[in-house]
């Protein structure tokens, strides 16, 4: 079956200006992760979602990251007046009811530039 | 302050010499630790859950220990399709029972034929 689809693929925008990041789960997954991976290094967790609600934001840097999932399939992650620094892959993961702990499925990713 | 660490950053293998990557870990309260695979340009690919020590989990050439500070994946007689990234993770006992997950960096495998 599909996986998860991240799009686009690749952004590059110019410093301050606003961007969205969309993924698309896979089908019937109520749990959707955002997590955002610099060089080198391992995936940096953002928010959760269990259904249309954020249940953990805990890791989103500041008020410039906002993230939606309005019917509980698809998610936006948005950010205002980018900066440099948020440069980075950014990962889109999904896992069904009742999966063990850590049992997620990730899709390919989100490349943002910052120019 | 949370925090996981993997060794070596870098490890070169020839085919069929088996290793072991270590993954360190101090955190207030582990709810589960957690193993993923990367291949470049993807995503990770889920691997293992240990849940406490003395656990091992087993798959094809790989096998994961836990115990009370560290993991340990033991990688027997790989393969060239063995390179890759592999990630390590933990989920932290919090009151709010929050999903918030803390990887290390990763060690990158390259297995040469």
């Known amino acids: 079956g599909a996986g998860v689809s991240q799009t686009p693929s690749n952004k590059v925008t110019e410093k301050g200006k606003y961007v969205e990041l969309r993924c698309d789960p896979i089908?019937?997954?109520?749990?959707l992760y955002w997590y955002r991976q610099s060089l080198g290094q391992g995936p940096e967790f953002l928010i959760y979602?269990?259904?249309?609600?954020?249940?953990?934001d805990s890791g989103l840097p500041n008020d410039r990251f906002f993230a939606v999932r309005p019917e509980g399939s698809v998610s936006t992650l948005k950010i205002q007046r980018t900066e440099r620094g948020d440069s980075a892959v950014y990962l889109c993961?999904?896992?069904?009811?009742?999966?063990?702990?850590?049992?997620?499925?990730f899709g390919p990713g989100t490349r943002l530039t910052v120019t | 302050e949370d925090q996981v660490t993997q060794s070596p950053e870098a490890l070169r293998l020839q085919e069929g010499e088996s290793s072991s990557l270590n993954c360190s870990y101090t955190?207030?309260?582990?709810?589960?630790l957690f193993w993923y695979r990367q291949d470049p340009g993807k995503g990770p690919e889920f691997l293992f859950t240990?849940?406490?020590a003395g656990e091992e989990k087993e798959k094809e050439r790989l096998k994961a220990t836990l115990t009370k500070k560290e993991s340990f994946l033991h990688i027997t007689a790989p393969k060239p399709e063995d390179s890759a990234t592999y990630l390590c993770a933990v989920q932290l006992r919090r009151k709010n029972y929050g999903q918030n997950f803390v990887f290390g960096p990763g060690t990158r495998l390259s297995v040469l034929p």
């Open positions: 089908s019937g997954h109520t749990a």
């Open positions: 993961a999904s896992s069904p009811v009742g999966a063990p702990l850590g049992e997620q499925y």
């Open positions: 240990l849940y406490s």
């Open positions: 955190v207030s309260g582990l709810r589960g």
């Open positions: 979602f269990q259904g249309t609600g954020a249940a953990d």
